[in-house]
């Protein structure tokens, strides 16, 4: 899949809207609008494109996203309808109040021609709870609103629009839309070009999560053979907010009930199977985790890391936190030692999935942590390599950048190289996408470290006992208090980890 928002093309590119000559026209259309899979919403437009002039020929075909949606945009990709194939999609400006994006055909579309396209768009946390409050253990219900057109820079002779939800369909405007089935609306067809406001209100009671921010650190040492993960969350219930405050005695009887609510309670990190050394700290300390185990037909086997917030979350409340563990790294490590500085290729998992989970502790399922209902929209990988690593080299799954940031942590003599990679709204498949970190590194680079430390440890003890020795019989014996636990800060969790990464 083209993944968009990181490839921006800066060429100067003019659409020219022409009246008086006809050109593309897009013949028929029909957008399917499925919300069974919120935050994540994908829309399908298939649309037959003719060419309507007389002598052009047309090589490209420009797409246009709205601006209240284009902010939310996860991925946009283009196929051929007959073919198949994919076309290429570059990003190019934004037209009063749209973005444009550009498919290159793959041949030019000759006077008379046709071509069916189908063009796939997948955006996150695009509906909203309406209302905006309800009680602890009512229905949530929702609100999916767009224009009746598909927005195009080209003559649309006919369309239709179909939404799909998971829940019952409580209403929709206007009431000449057909309901069809108790999930499904279709607006249209329309043979007009006057666009107006279409809306499809749902009942959907899953959990939908959103993290604000996210970000994912790996720490690499050849030293201990550790790959440390250092995950850290900021994290809202996009569900509707509670109305009347939380009732702990309705929670109670839920509970006992085994009847459903709307609060957060549960949160599912998967993480492998040889993880160790987990840890989950917010910003009041160490909360509890437990871990069960699972493996799913084609994936690597996995334990579902189950934490449990300081209190149950209910819509719009936020929760911030830090999580950890450690895996071997020699599987995530290939070593290729055919030249003569030995090629160093780190293979690591772009992103981790994480799900919220409104359901009573004892009815947790491991399926539940592959629930995809968290949208990230903000994200950031960093990956910090050992000290002189050199020659690094990325390769990422979608079109985009690398930052190389260099660091010095404690103890460092030269300092290390982090790789820094963002990306905005998530998509679901990206989960098992990897990242390819090369670099070359000699093993006589493996002992800087320890001698640093050595040398510093000598210095130390030099200092010590000359001073031992100066203020020998000069100053009563103090006691000394042994160094009370504190709440571990970021700043001092980054070091900690790090300082395991020798
Ligand atoms: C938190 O957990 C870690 C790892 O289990 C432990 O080393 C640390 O002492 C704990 N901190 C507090 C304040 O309990
Ligand atoms: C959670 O965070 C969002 C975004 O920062 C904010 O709008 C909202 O008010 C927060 N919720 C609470 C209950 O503070």
Redesign the pocket.
């Known amino acids: 899949m083209r993944l968009v928002g990181v490839l921006s093309v800066v060429l100067p590119w003019i659409y020219v809207v022409s009246a008086s000559k006809p050109g593309l026209v897009n013949t028929n259309v029909i957008r399917t609008v499925d919300l069974q899979g919120l935050p994540f919403v994908r829309e399908q437009v298939g649309v037959v494109v003719q060419n309507e002039h007389d002598s052009k020929v047309y090589k490209t075909y420009t797409i246009s996203v709205p601006m209240d949606k284009a902010p939310k945009l996860s991925q946009l990709s283009v196929h051929e309808r007959k073919s198949g194939e994919e076309l290429d999609v570059s990003k190019e400006t934004v037209s009063g109040d749209t973005q444009l994006y550009r498919a290159t055909l793959r041949r030019g579309l000759q006077p008379g021609e046709k071509l069916s396209l189908n063009i796939d768009y997948l955006f996150v946390s695009l509906v909203e709870p309406r209302p905006k409050a309800v009680g602890q253990s009512e229905d949530q219900s929702w609100l999916w609103e767009d224009q009746s057109l598909v927005a195009s820079v080209y003559p649309t002779r006919k369309q239709k629009t179909v939404v799909k939800t998971r829940g019952d369909v409580l209403r929709f405007t206007p009431a000449d839309a057909v309901k069809d089935g108790r999930h499904s609306v279709v607006f249209g067809p329309y043979t007009s070009d006057k666009s107006s406001r279409v809306e499809v209100g749902f009942k959907d009671n899953r959990e939908q999560m959103e993290a604000l921010t996210h970000g994912r650190e790996y720490f690499v040492s050849h030293w201990a053979n550790d790959l440390n993960v250092l995950e850290h969350y900021a994290l809202r219930n996009r569900g509707p907010e509670l109305s009347g405050g939380f009732d702990k005695v309705d929670q109670m009887v839920s509970k006992y009930m085994k009847r459903r609510d709307n609060l957060v309670k549960t949160l599912l990190v998967k993480v492998p199977a040889d993880a160790r050394e987990m840890?989950f700290?917010d910003e009041i300390?160490?909360v509890s985790t437990s871990a069960v185990s699972g493996r799913r037909k084609g994936e690597e086997p996995f334990k579902v890391l189950q934490m449990r917030p300081r209190y149950p979350m209910p819509g719009n409340w936020n929760y911030t936190w830090w999580h950890g563990y450690s895996v071997p790294l020699d599987r995530y490590l290939k070593i290729s030692s055919a030249a003569a500085q030995p090629k160093h290729l780190l293979r690591l998992p772009f992103i981790g999935t994480l799900a919220g989970c409104a359901s009573q502790e004892g009815e947790l399922t491991v399926a539940m942590a592959n629930a995809q209902n968290t949208a990230v929209r903000a994200y950031e990988l960093r990956v910090t390599l050992p000290e002189g690593a050199r020659d690094i080299d990325v390769k990422l799954p979608f079109a985009g950048q690398a930052l190389l940031q260099p660091t010095k942590y404690y103890f460092d003599s030269v300092g290390r190289t982090v790789v820094v990679i963002t990306h905005e709204n998530i998509a679901p498949e990206m989960s098992s996408r990897h990242i390819l970190v090369s670099y070359s590194y000699a093993p006589l680079t493996l002992w800087m470290k320890p001698a640093v430390v050595a040398a510093a440890l000598f210095m130390l003890f030099m200092l010590a006992s000359t001073a031992s020795r100066m203020q020998y019989g000069l100053t009563p014996s103090s006691v000394s208090k042994p160094a009370g636990?504190t709440?571990?800060s970021k700043a001092t969790k980054k070091q900690a980890a790090a300082g395991k990464t020798e």
């Open positions: 840890y700290v300390g160490n636990a709440t571990k």
